[in-house]
């Protein structure tokens, strides 16, 4: 079995009848909502909250039943990828470009969980270019101003055109190769006008389920 899939499946034995849970996007956390929707099947009760129309799509294909963001009191769990994790489980997401929503997700959850192959566990983060989500309007400018700022962005193209996010903005990455301070960069980008969100997820994820070559292993 895949290292991913290892852990994206492991995570659904944290999922409890009745939760609202919140659905991750990307490769990893797919095998988990492919696992929810047998489960499902089966007789578990859940409503899930998508992070993107691709997990939205993916939910429906499995009769996992979907409800609105804004229709629920909280999210009990939210289980979702990430493309790189720290040992204190400090991350970066977005490589999928649902960082955005993902963080809107996370940020309404009681617990996060985060699904991932061993090659995601990193010394320090930043080797992973830094997605930042920008608004289309006068994105060359943000990115001038990340240029001055020695971030190394980029503007990220698919077909030649610049891919758009589910909520209709631009990807920009960060190459920054190591980020010294994360919470230091985390605040000066949160700063910048032009900059809706940025993929530093600093003290969201409760525990982290990390496959490998002997099996997943679990940390908190
Ligand atoms: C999408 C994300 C994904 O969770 C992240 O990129 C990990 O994806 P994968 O499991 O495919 O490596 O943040 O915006």
Not at 43 to 60: D, H, M, P, Y
Not at 162 to 169: F, I
């Amino acid at each position: 079995m895949l290292k991913k899939q290892l852990a994206g499946e492991k995570a659904v034995e944290f999922i409890e009848d009745g939760m609202v849970i919140g659905l991750g996007s990307g490769s990893t956390v797919f095998y988990t909502i492919q696992k929810i929707g047998e489960l499902v099947g089966q007789g578990l009760r859940i409503q899930g909250v998508s992070t993107s129309r691709e997990t939205t799509l993916l939910a429906q294909s499995l009769n996992i039943p979907l409800v609105s963001i804004d229709s629920v009191n909280e999210i009990d769990l939210t289980i979702d990828g990430a493309d790189e994790v720290d040992r204190n489980l400090q991350g970066i997401k977005g490589g999928g470009g649902a960082l955005l929503y993902e963080k809107i997700v996370a940020s309404a959850s009681r617990k996060i969980i985060w699904v991932v192959d061993a090659s995601k566990m990193v010394e320090s983060l930043g080797k992973f270019p830094l997605p930042i989500e920008v608004v289309p309007f006068g994105h060359k400018q943000v990115i001038k101003k990340m240029e001055l700022e020695d971030c190394q962005p980029i503007l990220r193209v698919k077909n030649g055109s610049p891919v758009q996010t589910d909520g209709g903005h631009y990807i920009v990455d960060l190459h920054m190769n190591k980020i010294e301070h994360p919470q230091k960069l985390e605040e000066k980008l949160q700063n910048k006008t032009g900059i809706v969100e940025n993929g530093l997820f600093l003290n969201y994820a409760h525990q982290v389920i990390i496959g490998g070559q002997e099996g997943v292993k679990i940390k908190t």
